[in-house]
């Protein structure tokens, strides 16, 4: 069992930066990658960006040059950085923890892009 909390979310103007955080518990020696994914109200849940337990990272294209993802093994914890935010990143914002066999998810977290 992997637990995973979420932080970071809210609402800022277009343009501005957040950052989201993912904290693991349990089982985290199963973890192979760790990452985020998004969903947009009437929309599928999309793959944002993700760090393998090796440090490769892959980011979806809508994001690449704007988001940064990283990992702290030390803290079992996973950040995204997002920055020069746009009304379309608007979405609740899941974590995601694969064990290669699982998928965990964290309870998502919005955020708000004001144009």
């Known amino acids: 069992q992997v637990q995973l909390v979420e932080s970071g979310g809210g609402l800022v103007q277009a343009g501005g930066s957040l950052r989201l955080s993912c904290a693991a518990s349990?089982?985290?020696?199963?973890?192979?990658?760790m990452g985020w994914y998004r969903q947009a109200p009437g929309k599928q849940r999309e793959l944002v960006a993700a760090v393998t337990s090796g440090g490769r990272t892959i980011y979806a294209d809508a994001v690449k040059g704007r988001f940064t993802i990283s990992r702290d093994n030390a803290k079992n914890t996973v950040y995204l950085q997002m920055n020069s935010l746009k009304p379309e990143d608007t979405a609740v914002y899941y974590c995601?923890?694969?064990?290669?066999?699982?998928?965990?998810w964290g309870q998502g977290t919005q955020v708000t892009v004001s144009s």
């Open positions: 349990g089982g985290i020696f199963s973890i192979n990658a």
């Open positions: 995601f923890a694969d064990t290669g066999s699982y998928y965990y």
